[in-house]
């Protein structure tokens, strides 16, 4: 239809055009297809079209080749690409081997290359200590940096030190107070905070909760996960009285 009206597709159309194979059993053979017909038409590949190509592919070894193939047609890595590589490592001493490399190639990690790592760490004071990382290289944590901290702490028992740095790091700031945050303190509280503490926080942050957070919480509160299940009842409450008014 594009071509009908007058208009070539552009780099911009053929990625788009890749991305729809990314659920493709053979994703990495249909994109490769689209490239060359890309190139056919006098499309040059860029770094999008390439780090497209990255995403149909999961092994370390197949993600360098993309990169060398890349770099071999003049094109260097982003931090996209670089994450891409990072996603396919399963310890954090082969994500810290890639961040080395990536910053030799002068590409700077950002928030998302970071939070790969911290996801790496089983720890709560490893995933703290590259939060410590991340502010000594100037990258502020977002949302999702806390609520992998987070998360650490709760699997382990955690939860004084989950409100603690809630208080002490995220109360002030709101912008970074979303429902990933609100439902790990909710589940910090439910383990050790007062009645009066649950209440005062969920009347506060209990609009930034979806229908799929609720449920969340009540499936944890009927399974009573690393939580006291006596405690859980003033969750149920807050959450039925909560949709009720939805």
């Known amino acids: 239809e594009m071509r009908e009206a007058g208009v070539q597709p552009d780099a911009v159309s053929w990625n788009t055009l890749m991305v729809s194979y990314r659920s493709s ?4 053979v249909d994109m490769r297809a689209v490239m060359g017909e890309m190139q056919a038409a006098g499309v040059v590949p860029d770094v999008a079209t390439w780090n497209t190509l990255m995403s149909s592919y999961s092994e370390p070894a197949d993600l360098r080749g993309v990169m060398q193939e ?3 047609a003049d094109i260097s890595p982003d931090v996209y690409s670089w994450n891409t590589l990072m996603k396919s490592c399963q310890h954090p001493p082969q994500i810290r081997t890639v961040m080395e490399e990536m910053r030799a190639a002068g590409v700077e990690p950002n928030v998302a290359t970071w939070a790969l790592l911290m996801r790496a760490h089983k720890q709560p004071l490893a995933v703290q200590k590259v939060i410590d990382e991340m502010l000594a290289a100037g990258v502020a944590p977002d949302s999702f940096s806390y609520s992998i901290l987070f998360n650490s702490y709760l699997k382990k028992g955690g939860a004084r030190e989950v409100i603690a740095i809630f208080e002490s790091h995220l109360k002030e700031s709101p912008g970074l107070i979303n429902n990933y945050i609100v439902t790990a303190v ?3 509280l439910a383990a050790v905070g007062s009645e009066a503490d649950i209440m005062t926080f969920w009347d506060m942050y209990k609009d930034r909760l979806s229908a799929s957070d609720l449920n969340f919480l009540l499936h944890l509160s009927l399974r009573g996960i690393n939580i006291d299940s006596r405690r859980w009842h003033w969750v149920n409450d807050l959450i039925a009285a909560t949709a009720s008014s939805a």
Do not use: F, I, L, T
């Open 186 to 188: 909710v589940r910090a």
């Open 25 to 28: 059993p053979r994703a990495s």
């Open 70 to 72: 890349m770099q071999g």
